[in-house]
């Protein structure tokens, strides 16, 4: 269980999700998740200013690493407060990457590889979040594994 921290200013825009007293902020956490590919039935999330909690059960460490991903990637959330627990075998979470201006997922390849053909690892461990390698951002965090 870990604060995580996000670029607020980066992130794909849900109107409305992080206005003040929005009733439905929890419910369009849910939708955008399930939207990516990650819907999950036992995972609930609340809104509290820029910082989003996150709590129950998933059943790998990769799909909690991309469901905290999916909600800390939306502009205007600082900061994740991850209470996600893992039903599964425990394994070494991933390491996090916040893209700088002018990076590709080569050069992240290489810079956290030393192989700027490892690209393709770093997209396929980005999935479903990302649908192509060329479309990144700065400030976007993205899962590195192994």
């Avoid at 939708?31 to 820029?50: C, F, M, R, W, Y």
């Avoid at 059960?57 to 799909?63: L, N, R």
């Avoid at 390491?95 to 030393?114: C, E, H, M, N, P």
Wanted: no cysteine; net charge negative.
């Amino acid at each position: 269980m870990s604060l995580l921290s996000f670029v607020k200013e980066a992130g794909e825009k849900l109107i409305d999700l992080l206005t003040p007293g929005n009733a439905n902020a929890s419910e369009q956490l849910k939708e955008h998740i399930s939207k990516v590919g990650l819907g999950n039935p036992n995972v609930q999330a609340t809104v509290d200013g820029d910082k989003v909690t996150v709590t129950g059960e998933v059943a790998s460490q990769e799909e909690k690493e991309k469901i905290l991903l999916a909600v800390g990637n939306i502009a205007g959330v600082g900061s994740v407060d991850d209470q996600i627990t893992v039903s599964g075998p425990v394994v070494t979470a991933a390491q996090f990457v916040v893209v700088k201006s002018g990076d590709t997922l080569s050069a992240i390849s290489l810079r956290v590889y030393g192989d700027a053909n490892k690209y393709q690892k770093i997209f396929d461990a980005n999935k479903p979040m990302l649908k192509d390698v060329n479309k990144i951002y700065p400030g976007q965090t993205l899962r590195i594994p192994e």
